[in-house]
């Protein structure tokens, strides 16, 4: 028989596709140019079997959803004490792309803001690494999660430095308060780099399923980083993954995930499912509208919001 998996999320999609709110984020020039009314979901079961719909194998950049990946593989190759001493687990209440430090320690407060990610980057691969080969390692990890090469989108990486004032300010603050020794412009470039590989939105829900798999991505088998690594992942996730919308996103959805600003979500449940959707529309916080929408479907239907008894 076949699955009703699919005829399922087809009318989710359905659903949700009459809202026309939010607005396409317009402060890199090229994603500006996205087609607004894209609308895709993958949801990945532990076992890398993936159920799909609407524009699941349509490219975009990855973004903020970057972030928890390398911090995962900055935990992995430098440890959970060394991270920690540079950057902290609170969540912040600002925007993403805020200028702060915690007052005493100077650490980001997260990871999940600029001013943590940009610091992550910096601790993937082996302490002192040529920029070339920690980029390699940000690359060649996060694709991993994904379980196949993922490849840079020159042009949206060259349009986001040309508009990369904030986080050349918040690389030269890093460097200013010695969390980061490396070159700012460097730094910011790599990152912007990072935030520019493409994927799918199955891709997004196979990179959940890994780390709802503790860690082994299913269709490859490799286990890319310790189950350790993947629970303080996600549960930063959990309290700081959704910008400052992150209290309601865990009331109402109840799921560890991050968004970006290309209209990305990514959702892991821990032993359960891996999520992905995609929508280019944002909300005021930077969350993809039809996004939301489509988790908090997803959650109800599936009954998976983490604080409820199964
Ligand atoms: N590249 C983006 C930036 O740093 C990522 C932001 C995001 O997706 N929120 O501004």
Redo the contacts with the bound molecule.
């Keep these: 028989m076949r699955s009703p998996i699919p005829e399922y999320l087809d009318e989710v999609l359905r659903t949700c596709e009459g809202d026309r709110a939010g607005a396409v984020?317009d402060?890199?020039p090229e994603l500006a140019a996205a087609d607004a009314e894209q609308l895709a979901v993958a949801v990945s079961a532990v076992d890398g079997t993936v159920y799909e719909a609407g524009d699941s194998r349509t490219s975009f950049?990855v973004?903020?959803?970057?972030?928890p990946f390398t911090y995962a593989l900055a935990l992995a190759d430098r440890g959970c004490e060394a991270v920690l001493a540079k950057i902290g687990v609170e969540p912040s209440g600002e925007a993403?792309?805020e200028l702060s430090l915690e007052q005493g320690s100077a650490r980001p407060r997260n990871p999940m803001i600029?001013v943590g990610?940009?610091t992550a980057h910096t601790l993937a691969g082996p302490p002192g690494a040529p920029r070339e080969e920690r980029l390699e390692r940000v690359v060649s990890g996060i694709s991993a999660f994904a379980g196949r090469r993922l490849e840079i989108d020159e042009a949206v990486c060259r349009s986001?430095m040309e508009t990369?004032h904030?986080?050349l300010a918040i690389a030269h603050m890093l460097r200013g308060y010695e969390v980061i020794e490396e070159d700012a412009p460097h730094v910011v470039e790599d990152?912007?780099r990072q935030?520019?590989l493409l994927v799918t939105t199955r891709d997004l829900a196979l990179m959940a399923a890994t780390l709802a798999n503790g860690g082994v991505q299913p269709v490859t088998g490799e286990q890319v980083v310790s189950r350790e690594v993947v629970r303080q992942v996600l549960s930063v996730m959990t309290t700081c993954g959704m910008?400052d919308a992150a209290g309601d996103w865990v009331t109402t959805v109840g799921i560890p995930a991050k968004?970006?600003?290309?209209g990305g979500i990514l959702g892991a449940l821990p032993g359960q499912v891996g999520i992905g959707v995609f929508s280019p529309r944002l909300d005021p916080h930077?969350n993809s509208v039809r996004g939301v929408r489509v988790c908090e479907r997803l959650s109800a239907d599936m009954g998976l919001h983490l604080m409820e008894a199964p």
Excluded: D, W
């Design positions: 984020a402060y890199v950049t973004q903020s959803i970057s972030k993403f792309n600029n990610a940009l986001e990369a904030r986080n990152y912007v935030c520019s910008y968004s970006g600003v290309s930077g």
